[in-house]
């Protein structure tokens, strides 16, 4: 799902890359594990499940460019069975960040798995960014959603969403950009990014600096998959320089890219693609 297409995403960009997952131990795991290593991502994080779990099957489907829709079926889907026990400490070192999906909080024992890496993530100096990838779907109640997106979000550096996502999840509706990003980042973030769709993307940082970057207006052809580019672009581009601004502007041209393609993780661009959509836009 959202965590792969960003990995793939962040590998086309030239990252240096490592999935951490439960994988089906049948055809389609074995599939999804080959996948993921042609793309020159390391598996050496992936669990084969044991327990009869199997991967979630998505089929999306396109209408026209404003109609789309994506249909899951997730009943006990594997990647929600990662055990604490089954993240290394060892696999985690060997990076420097360290990128969490909201949709690993949404079930133990993933949720337990989720909040162990964050953990060993601060025990080892290694960044934490959070992609929120609120999927109602997945959760059981709204209260249950708040409690686990604000603990995770409390202690990562990188704060990744949707207005939306932060108004459902955070409770944050009555509060302007600046104030939700005012909390995270007082409790511990660095850098936090709020996405506007069409209106563009906005992100604040511990300087008091504020980044305004417009949306690339393209003809779509479909609704889904910007969110994962954004996120592989501006990490990818952000880790290189650190400038906040530069990075908005690739994850923002990304996603422009990709909406214009079918599929998700084998529409991610090259950086090449990127930097002609800015400079010709």
């Not at 929120?132 to 550096?157: G, H, K, M, S």
């Not at 940082?205 to 393209?218: H, I």
Request: proline share 2%; glycine share 6%.
């Amino acid at each position: 799902g959202s965590p792969v297409n960003i990995a793939v995403g962040a590998a086309v960009l030239g990252l240096k890359v490592g999935f951490i997952g439960k994988i089906s131990d049948d055809q389609l795991g074995r599939y999804v594990r080959g996948y993921i290593e042609e793309k020159k991502i390391d598996t050496s994080g992936i669990v084969v499940d044991q327990e009869g779990h199997k991967i979630g099957l998505t089929f999306t489907e396109i209408k026209s460019p404003t109609e789309c829709s994506i249909l899951m079926y997730r009943n006990g889907a594997c990647d929600l069975y990662l055990k604490p026990e089954e993240i290394e400490e060892e696999y985690l070192r060997r990076t420097s960040h360290l990128l969490i999906s909201g949709t690993a909080l949404a079930q133990s024992p993933s949720r337990e798995a989720v909040l162990k890496a964050v953990q060993l993530a601060k025990k080892n100096k290694i960044k934490t960014i959070f992609e929120l990838d609120y999927r109602p779907y997945n959760w059981e109640t709204p209260e249950t959603v708040a409690i686990y997106y604000d603990l995770v979000a409390e202690r990562c550096d990188i704060v990744i969403g949707t207005r939306d996502e932060y108004d459902l999840i955070l409770k944050n509706k009555d509060k302007q950009d600046r104030e939700i990003a005012e909390e995270l980042l007082k409790a511990n973030a660095e850098l936090v990014v709020i996405k506007h769709g069409v209106d563009g993307s906005r992100a604040f940082d511990k300087q008091n600096k504020e980044y305004n970057v417009s949306a690339y207006k393209v003809q779509a052809l479909k609704t889904f998959g910007a969110g994962d580019s954004f996120a592989a672009a501006f990490i990818s581009q952000y880790l290189k320089d650190k400038d906040v601004e530069r990075a908005l502007k690739y994850g923002s041209a990304a996603a422009a890219l990709v909406v214009t393609r079918h599929s998700s993780s084998d529409a991610m661009p090259k950086i090449e693609e990127i930097e002609k959509m800015i400079k010709n836009y």
